[in-house]
């Protein structure tokens, strides 16, 4: 089993910026993967970003140009940085690692952005 733990989620003002944290645990092998998604109330948990163990990275549209996601492989964590937020950045963030065919997820850091 892997253990994901999420920090840094908070309340921010449009145009400001939040880092999150995700640190990984427990039977740890090769984490291929690692990413966040984000799940908005009444609608779907969708992909933020997403990064390999050599460093290849995936945006969703809506992130490009102002999130940057990032990985210390020695420390088994994942980073996002989140710039330039909107209110519809709002939502519950959640930190996924995939390892031998199954996905494992954190519980998820809520992140706010006012108007």
């Known amino acids: 089993q892997v253990q994901l733990v999420e920090s840094g989620g908070g309340l921010v003002q449009t145009g400001g910026s939040l880092r999150l944290s995700c640190v990984a645990s427990?039977?740890?092998?090769?984490?291929?993967?690692m990413g966040w998604y984000r799940q908005a109330p009444g609608k779907q948990r969708e992909l933020v970003a997403a990064i390999t163990s050599g460093g290849s990275t995936n945006y969703a549209d809506s992130a490009k140009g102002r999130f940057t996601i990032s990985r210390d492989n020695a420390k088994n964590t994942v980073y996002l940085l989140m710039n330039s937020l909107k209110p519809e950045d709002t939502a519950v963030y959640y930190c996924?690692?995939?390892?031998?065919?199954?996905?494992?997820w954190g519980q998820g850091t809520q992140v706010t952005v006012s108007s």
């Open positions: 427990g039977s740890i092998f090769s984490l291929k993967s």
């Open positions: 996924n690692a995939f390892q031998f065919f199954t996905n494992y």
